[in-house]
């Protein structure tokens, strides 16, 4: 028996509830200011777990031949943009076609920053780690370069390190023998930039297919978008929630 | 005579000898103490004398709380540590033995790594390896 035929007045609560919420989010709403500072922590503030941060790529926008975010990551991160197969790959272009239908998607792959990584669950030593804002990070100080969670990992999103590396950006250590991914730019996420540099440069293509914010913070573009329409989880049937999303796929 | 010919060639090599293999051991058992050059600004985070005891263990604790909790303080992080300490002749801290970090570990034979994985040059010297907005090159090997 559902909660309705015992509550005949459930309907009218309902309606009172949702205008209760659309007045809280009215008076939310000046509060943008607010929001903004607490979302620039100061410099001796830890990560907080009320953010989760997460991405959405509509790849119903995503260019088929366009590398732009691949580019700026390497950029960025100071990888060598070598695509053999033991260099490092922070994000990659795929794509993929409907076996049936012939329907052709392209669409960036990264690290998916679970919130059940499987790659933290096999890390023998805890190098392996997920942040209290939900990115997953290696810790290459304690890393044996085993390389578990390049095989746990669904997505084939991290990469080792082979050959020894030589001027690396100051905000980005990477060097031989550890296991490495996707950051979502940690070094800018933790500057208050709240962006990372394959999404700039998507935005800065004009494509405007990924989307990076607080999956917690019901205002946060993303959290609308979502709200908005249908998005996917790559391998939704594994249960990791993600923090990357899909849209048409 | 061929005798004191004789006994000069062998005063001859052994004075070859000792200038060949006695003085290098004279020159080793007095190795100068390193010479740092010194950090900019007027003085550093800490107590020098707490520094050179100590500073290992304010970065194990830093690089922690960087690396896990995404704490970025400069005060003890590693990157002010390069910031100040850059040799002024090589805008590094670990490219020559002369460097400041290396001047030091070098004396006392500890071997540090790093900067396997660090930059040893302030972010100002960095030099993106890829222009934004072009393909690195594929490196052939």
Redesign the interface.
Known sequence: MSEQNLNPDNSERRAFLKAGAVVTGAAVAPGVLLFGVAQARAPEEPASDKIRWGMLIDTTKCASGCDDCVRACNTENGLSGATGPQDSQWIRKLNIRHLKSGVETSLPMLCQHCEHPPCVDVCPTGASMKRADGIVLVDRHICIGCRYCMMACPYKARSFVHEPLTDQNPEVPRGKGCVESCTFCVQKVDRGENTTACVEACNAAGHKAMLFGDLNDPQSEIAQAMKTYATTEVRADLRLNTGVRYRGI | MAKVLDNLRAWGLLALFSALFIGPLTVMAGVNKPVLERGKGERCVEDTEFMRRNHMALLKHH???T????????KHSL?GC?DCHASSKTGSVASTKEDFCMACHVYTGVKLDCW????T???KL??????????????Q?
């Open positions: 690089r922690d709380e690396m896990r909790r995404g704490i970025r303080t400069t990157k390069v396997d994985c660090h930059a040059k302030p972010m960095y030099r993106p390896a890829a222009t934004p907005g072009v393909a690195p090159q594929r490196v090997q």
